[in-house]
């Protein structure tokens, strides 16, 4: 949900090796997808708020349970932890409360696909808020080649019609919180020295703590509870925000960020697959051609400019009888590695993204 955080590990933790990278990736990849259906059945039998607690509770109980394990500490320091706080607000508790809303009147389909604009918001918001992240041809044409296939899938051409236009702005807002959440951290919580664990283990906690407030004020408690319902809430926690984090600390570990990310790809397309087949959601053929057009897009804003090559120096060859220069001690300050990509939990999304945050991943 990715996503800003120290590099992981030099090596995956033993656990993660058992199973083969490609392995996880594809249970990451399902993960995330069904996430999308784990929210609609959640809220046919709990309010999205309700729905958006429970998913952080869970997620918070793996996460922690992860900690005792591996003996890891939380952050110090009052600036992290109110850093955390933003953090956890624009990358869980409010993106995951629209998508909760937001699939109160769409498919998950739907909500699956606009979790895939992640990327392009966050070039969008980049150019602004990182001068560093300059602009290039391809990838000012992914924004826009991205964005027309948003307008596909919407089917503007005709009117919108057929589409909830109130739960597709939750769900798009959803994914621009993610993006401004994912440049804040990069911003903000870069270099402090805690794991990726403990960052992101704090800062699922603090959403955690951010509905238990908002929850009550919003909601009441339900009469009954339904087993389906519940089920799949807590299988969004303690899979889609927990397990799904850990496999993917794994991944990036084990193969970098760059292949990693790559599975934000995949998303939409697991997603559409699980909305039509488990739930009989409908779809049109804007959607899938849509959705095609939308990842082709922010594919094209992940790229780079290759960087020129530096001319080879002559080397210098000094005479016979000279001197040899005494040896300078390097004197050159350490720089913080760049942050790395997530998922709407979730969703990595290259451009820097820190993998510490939720797909969110993503939803």
Known sequence: MSPAAPLPPASPPAASRLLDWRVRFGVLALIWGFSFVFIKVGTEGFAPFQVTFGRLL???AVLAVALVVRRDRLPRGARVWGHLTVAAFLLNALPFSLFAYAELT???TLAGICNATTPLWGMLLSLVALSEDRPTRVRAAGLGIGFVGVLTVLGAWQGFSGVDVTG???ALLASLSYAVGWIYVRRTLSG????NLSLAGSQVGL???QLAVVTPLFTSVPTSVEVLPLLAVIALGALGTGYAMLLQYGVVAEVGPTT???VTYFIPVIATVAGVALLDEQL???TPVGAIVVLAGAALTQTRRTPRRAATPTPFTP????TPPHPVAANTPATHSSPLPPVAGSAPAGNGTPTHSVAGVRS
């Open 58 to 60: 869970f997620g918070t």
């Open 106 to 108: 769409i498919p998950s």
């Open 168 to 170: 597709t702005a939750l």
């Open 192 to 195: 402090t020295g805690a794991s």
């Open 207 to 209: 959403a955690t703590l």
């Open 260 to 262: 990693a990310a790559m």
């Open 284 to 286: 049109a053929w804007n």
């Open 319 to 322: 005479p016979a009888n000279s």
